[in-house]
Each structure stands twice: as C-alpha cells, then as structure tokens.
C-alpha cells in the first residue's frame, strides 16, 4: 500500500488553519512540533508557545484565514514543505490588519511520529502597478 504523503500533510495543513480560526488548544498542539517557529510578515520570530499564548489571549484573532488555489508540495523522506497563496484578515494587539493575500511556506517533519508543522514563513503580497515611462 503506498502512503499518499503529501496528501496527509495537506491535509494536516488545511486542519492546521482551522485550528488557528478556531483556536484549537488540543488540534494546535497536535499539528506543531515542540520547536515550531513562525517568521510572520514583519519578521518577528514566535516560537509555539508564543503564537500560542498570543492566540488563546486575543492579542492574535484571525478574522479570515482563507486558501487561494492549491497547495504545492514537495516531500523527501521525513520532510514536507507546502507552500501556497491565501487572504488573511487579523488583529494584532488591538489593530487591524486589513484583508491581504499572502505566500505561506510550512515545514512539516515526521520525526518517529505524526506529521507536524515545525516552521512557517508568511510573506505579504504588494501588487505594484508598472510606472509607465516618461
């Protein structure tokens, strides 16, 4: 029987969201690793227990967290990296960050166990418009 890897981690990854919308103690624990660490759009490094503590205590509320098209999905032996586009809508600390699309990249390991995220890197999309020349 062959394992559809990177089906699982997909899906791992679609469950991961849910769990940020939803703020899923249970489900966030299960899906990132001990040594998880976000770089978020302003390059600020959050560890698991940070993201985590920032979620459950609303100074991280994700308004909308949305896909856009499809994951992609390269997977090696004990290693998974997703990436794709989305729409995000949050508050960070009392501010609101309006509606943008960005490109998340997630590794996933399987270190002797189940699949968890133990890195993201969420980068903003700025769409510039082409100056025209004079």
Not at 33 to 61: H, M
Not at 119 to 129: D, L
Request: negative net charge.
């Amino acid at each position: 029987m062959t394992v559809d890897v990177a089906g699982l981690v997909i899906k791992a990854e679609h469950d991961r969201i849910q769990c940020l919308l939803d703020v899923d103690r249970g489900a966030y624990d299960r899906l990132h690793a001990a040594e998880y660490r976000l770089c978020n759009p302003t390059g600020t490094v959050w560890t698991k227990a940070a993201y985590l503590d920032l979620l459950t205590t609303g100074r991280v509320v994700y308004r909308e967290l949305r896909l856009i098209g499809d994951m992609d999905a390269i997977v090696g032996t004990d290693v998974v990296v997703l990436r794709y586009q989305c729409v995000i809508e949050l508050v960070v600390d009392g501010a609101s960050i309006p509606r943008h699309e960005a490109w998340h990249t997630d590794v996933y390991t399987n270190a002797g166990g189940p699949w968890r995220c133990v890195w993201s890197q969420a980068t903003g999309i700025i769409r510039v418009q082409p100056v025209a020349p004079t």
